[in-house]
């Protein structure tokens, strides 16, 4: 749903492009990149296309996340048609986003952004933890698909990082809950450092977002190529369960 703003916004830009057009006897009237609508949410023709997605840079990326966040705790997410969405994706997928969330039922992450049918490629699992396998995920969806922005997506009160605190041990969640003991270590905290101390969780999950950044980039020499080419970023994010609220972390 195209928002009165965006479009009085778009039509001023149409009127400069026909007078430019005029000035410049161009014939051209192709719309600038600034005007074009490449809301993650509420393209009610259908997903990204290609030139859409290809025509953002990283950081814009970033705030339309951050937008389609504030939609969605606002109570006032777009308009969507689903199956125009499944229709226009089905040949071809663009994606902005790689994010990497947590496997936490509170955190789906296609709906606290906001996010439609083919906008982001989203990894779960317990702690969005990195392994061999979501690295390999991730560079295929910035590399090979083109995607701008990788989001470690942490959250607020995670089971996940409140288990390695407390040293589960239980079949293979035992080794999962390994890959975040690193957080635990390297989290400087005044005050009870237990998972009673809901403060003490919740700085041990940001440690753990900021080591999964520095874990992209020591484990992906091409990730990491991209990023320092501009081509992607890599960032981070803490999702609070009672605002709705993702903070950015580590960027
Ligand atoms: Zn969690």
Redesign the pocket.
Known sequence: MKGTSYESEANRGLDRRRFLGTALGACCICAPLEFVSMRLGGNMGGSLTKEQRDSMTPLQVIDELKKGNERFRTGKMAARDYLAEKKSSAAGQYPAAVILG???SRVPVEIVFDAGIGDTFTGRV??NVIDDDMLGSIEFGCAVSGAKLVLVLG?TA????KGAIDDVVLGNLTGLLARIKPAIRGTKFDGEKSTKNASYVDAVARTNVLLGLAEIRRRSPILEELETKGSIKIAGGMYDLATGVVELVGS
């Open positions: 947590c496997l936490d317990a702690g959250h995670c089971g996940a990082v």
